[in-house]
Nanobody, 126 residues
């Protein structure tokens, strides 16, 4: 079965850190750009970050720049989102997506993704 699986979510206090993982099952991520988006209760989806298939291009939402870092390990077939200095407004369900894209570019969120994960909950609260 071809799927993306997110993991690493949880509950942390403000200022804490989490590392999310996005692992592909049934296919290789080598040729896919990966995006992360989040959706908070009552709000629409918000693109968070993305990384190109070769890992040579990344992008971040202004709200997370300087706090989040995206990386990939193609040998592990996994993309990571390191989230530091978390704030209550980061609370959301985080999803990863994959789009077949060989260029050195990526898209944080759009409808043209080829695979979608089921999401992992991140809660930041004191």
């Amino acid at each position: 079965q071809l799927q993306l699986v997110e993991s690493g979510g949880g509950s942390v206090q403000p200022g804490g850190s989490l590392r999310l993982s996005c692992t592909a099952s049934g296919f290789t991520l080598d040729y896919f750009a990966i995006g992360w988006f989040r959706q908070a209760p009552g709000k629409g989806p918000e693109g968070v970050s993305c990384i190109s298939s070769k890992g040579d291009s990344t992008d971040y939402a202004d709200s997370v720049k300087g706090r989040f870092a995206i990386s990939r390990d193609n040998a592990e077939n996994t993309v990571y989102l390191q989230m530091n200095n978390l704030k209550p407004e980061d609370t959301a369900v985080y999803y990863c997506t994959a789009r077949f894209l060989l260029q050195s570019s990526c898209v944080m969120y759009d409808s043209r993704q080829d695979y979608w994960g089921q999401g992992t909950q991140v809660t930041v609260s004191s």
